[in-house]
């Protein structure tokens, strides 16, 4: 059976690519959401539930995994941890699946900030005099809380239950709360930074799917500051950043199991 980690809207076209060949599938997200993008899919199992280390290794256990393949968001460093190392103790298959950086092209921008850490992006936001638009998620808001700011902080989020719910229990004010899918497109970017006359944008580095550009382009062309969260950097055995190549593999691989 293969075993998919999904936090990225390419699991759709990764699942549909192998309901080609297979369905002996377990899948697992983080959230409701994210299992619901996936209902019209051929699947064994679905989880939409957050996975310790512990739990991750009795689902691949029970429904004897021998291929995991980790397609979550390039910063859920703590799951990709856990699945390296589960795949390591039960000797079996681990590869990676992750988008391809798009920040680094624009450096040329003069007001582009990396950060390390949220710990260095707090010391580096203290330099900003205005409002800050935060379009990290609402798992982040307490580090913004932590921040201790004077400015005020847009925080846009998904609009979910649980997303929203998790802003009003961190106190952020409902009118400092922006709830929208994404991605969006650089106009409708242009058009949040305008609206709260924003001094900064702060993200992450999710790549051409996660809209990623859509928002540099709308910062620099309202010459407001970046602010991008570095990825954390690791090196994997097998590691893809095409859904095809990777489904190709699997194929090959689960062709080969048969033989």
Not at 229 to 251: A, G, H, P, Q, T
Request: proline share 2%.
């Amino acid at each position: 059976m293969i075993g998919l980690i999904l936090g990225t809207s390419e699991g759709k076209k990764i699942l549909s690519m192998l309901n080609d060949f297979t369905e002996d599938i377990f899948i697992t997200t983080a959230t409701t959401y994210g299992g619901e993008l996936l209902k019209d899919y051929k699947y064994k199992e679905l989880n939409t539930k957050p996975l310790n280390k512990e739990e991750l290794k009795e689902k691949i256990i029970k429904n004897k995994i021998n291929i995991l393949v980790d397609a979550s968001h390039p910063y859920a460093s703590e799951i990709t941890s856990n699945a390296i190392e589960v795949c390591k103790q039960l000797k079996i298959k681990y590869i990676r699946y992750e988008r391809p950086s798009v920040v680094k092209k624009y450096t040329q921008y003069e007001k582009l900030v990396w950060a390390k850490n949220y710990d260095e992006l707090g010391e580096k936001l203290k330099n900003i005099n205005g409002v800050i638009l935060n379009t990290t998620g609402s798992r982040n808001v307490e580090k913004f809380k932590e921040f201790k700011l004077k400015n005020r902080i847009i925080h846009r989020v998904l609009p979910t239950v649980e997303s929203i719910k998790k802003c009003i229990e961190s106190g952020i004010a409902v009118e400092d709360i922006l709830a929208v899918k994404g991605p969006v497109g650089k106009e409708l970017n242009r058009a949040f930074i305008d609206e709260y006359s924003a001094k900064a944008i702060v993200m992450k580095d999710s790549g051409v799917q996660g809209g990623t550009e859509e928002k540099i382009e709308a910062a620099m062309e309202s010459d407001i500051w970046i602010f991008v969260i570095e990825r954390s950097s690791k090196n994997y055995e097998i590691c893809f950043n095409d859904e095809r190549n990777l489904v190709e593999y699997l194929k090959k691989i689960c062709k080969g199991l048969k033989n």
